[in-house]
């Protein structure tokens, strides 16, 4: 039985659903009216091209609700909000609040939540903004962005964090248009407690410069003074492995790992980690059963095609994952069976609460079962103490 009592399993990628207030209750009067305000969704005009979300491509229905940031209108989408619904009952149809559990969204209820999945601490990364805050590189006033930014960042830390202190990991937005502001938000959230920084796991799709630059190295910097490892969820790019447009979004579900992929090969050959060997990356809901092939393939390239290229020719791929990288996973049986050749120290579990991957509220059952086969000191550091020590949060005396 590895799952011992005394083991705690530590989430390094949950998300919250935002409540309504969060930005009307922080932004300078002037701009609450254009800041993020939760509004009934109203009938299109006849002919309209009803407005669809941008990866699920739900349509927002009159009836349900949505959120208004200056003249655009976002969905809540209904895959991330069903935990506590059966899968017969998935979809992703924007949804209310009421359709929602109150652990969606409210910090206190999240706890009980936690405790019926016997989940002892998590990592929650935002909804509305995109798990990076990449909602507001859109704003047409990027002064209003900065500041919603930083409403959502002090949502976190004082109101969300703050109802639980030893059960939620902080982790910060940055303001990702402006390097200067990147910097300000990182040592200001820092200051408060901040244990990670959520970051697109690829820039260009963005339209901003990638990692083979130097733009992104005041950042780099500023992260490893803090000690703020960089999560990096998939799907924070804003692309998603579409193979066609009629594919069923299985297609697209199954394959959005790959985005880690291409997010862990893209740095292992670029300067990053050689000019910030203290960096470290996390690769959020990315999965881990792939990682020893990656290794094994970008180890092979190095070797055989480094001598005419741009990349380091002194360090290995694979000696840059085991120092820097981490990858993370919910259930992963090939992944957890190669744990040797990913690195055990390089594991970390989530639970994915209140998403449909997310096994609530059976999560310790399922972890149970998952590593019934592996050694209880392994599951120990996979579950818990990687994690810990990772981000700086021990357990409380």
Not at 59 to 65: H, L, N, R, V
Not at 189 to 207: D, V, Y
Not at 285 to 305: F, K, N, Q
């Amino acid at each position: 039985m590895p799952l011992q009592d005394y083991m705690q399993l530590v989430s390094v990628d949950d998300h919250l659903i935002e409540p309504p207030h969060v930005w009307t209750d922080r932004l300078p009067k002037k701009y609450v009216e254009v800041g993020p305000t939760l509004v009934e969704a109203q009938a299109t005009a006849d002919g309209a091209e009803p407005l669809r979300d941008h990866i699920f491509q739900a349509i927002i229905a009159p009836g349900s609700q949505a959120w208004r940031y200056e003249d655009r209108l976002y969905p809540q989408i209904g895959l991330n909000a069903v935990a506590g619904k059966p899968r017969e009952q998935y979809g992703t149809d924007p949804l209310r609040y009421d359709d929602m559990i109150p652990g969606c969204y409210d910090p206190v209820e999240r706890v009980k939540d936690m405790d019926i999945d016997g989940v002892e601490v998590a990592m929650p990364f935002p909804s509305l903004p995109r798990f990076a805050g990449t909602l507001f590189l859109d704003s047409t006033d990027k002064e209003l962005g900065k500041l919603c930014i930083q409403a959502w960042n002090d949502f976190l830390l004082d109101e969300w964090c703050a109802a639980a202190p030893h059960r939620f990991i902080p982790l910060a937005l940055l303001p990702l248009w402006d390097v200067d502001a990147c910097v300000a938000e990182i040592e200001r959230t820092a200051a408060k407690g901040a244990r990670s920084i959520s970051m697109p796991e690829n820039m260009t799709h963005l339209n901003l410069p990638s990692w083979h630059t130097d733009h992104w190295d005041r950042v780099f910097a500023a992260a490893v003074a803090h000690e703020m490892p960089l999560s990096m969820h998939f799907g924070t790019s804003g692309k998603v492995p579409f193979t066609a447009s009629d594919a069923p979004h299985a297609v697209m579900i199954a394959l959005m790992g790959t985005n880690s992929m291409f997010a862990m090969a893209d740095l292992l050959f670029s300067p990053v980690f050689h000019k910030f060997p203290d960096l470290k990356v996390v690769f959020s809901e990315g999965g881990v059963g792939w990682i020893p092939y990656m290794l094994e393939r970008s180890d092979a390239t190095w070797e055989r095609h480094r001598f005419y290229q741009n990349v380091n020719q002194d360090v290995r791929p694979s000696e840059l994952f085991k120092r820097n990288m981490y990858g993370c996973f919910i259930q992963d049986e090939f992944g957890v069976a190669n744990r040797e050749w990913v690195g055990l120290d390089k594991l970390l579990w989530e639970c994915d609460y209140p998403h449909s991957d997310s096994n609530w509220p059976n999560s310790r059952k399922v972890v149970h079962e998952h590593f019934v086969n592996t050694p209880d000191e392994d599951v120990h550091r996979i579950v818990e103490l990687n994690a810990r020590k990772l981000f700086r949060f021990p357990r409380p005396a």
